[in-house]
């Protein structure tokens, strides 16, 4: 965004706007979905991260190679082992 022209007041109001929403809809889900069975609960998660996993493809992956080369792949599988990782210790 501040390539492309964009002030920080801006970038800083969209991101703001992003997290405020994504809070909201986590509420929103974490009320709504207690009472839906495992299977759906499953089922919603895995498109969410399908979705989240193809915003990450498309807009972060691009300018991550142009930085770091072809050491964007080997760090972009260390991330995803890390969160694995943490999130297999919280359980």
């Not at 920080?8 to 986590?26: D, N, P, Q, R, T």
Request: no cysteine.
């Amino acid at each position: 965004m501040h390539k492309a022209g964009r002030s920080a007041k801006y970038i800083f109001g969209v991101w703001g706007a992003i997290a405020g929403a994504s809070g909201l809809a986590a509420l929103l889900g974490y009320t709504v979905f207690q009472v839906f069975e495992p299977g759906v609960i499953a089922g919603t998660t895995a498109i969410a991260a399908g979705a989240i996993l193809s915003m990450l493809v498309d807009t972060m992956i691009p300018e991550a190679f142009e930085q770091a080369h072809s050491l964007a792949g080997l760090i972009t599988v260390a991330g995803f082992l890390v969160a694995f990782l943490l999130s297999k210790m919280g359980a």
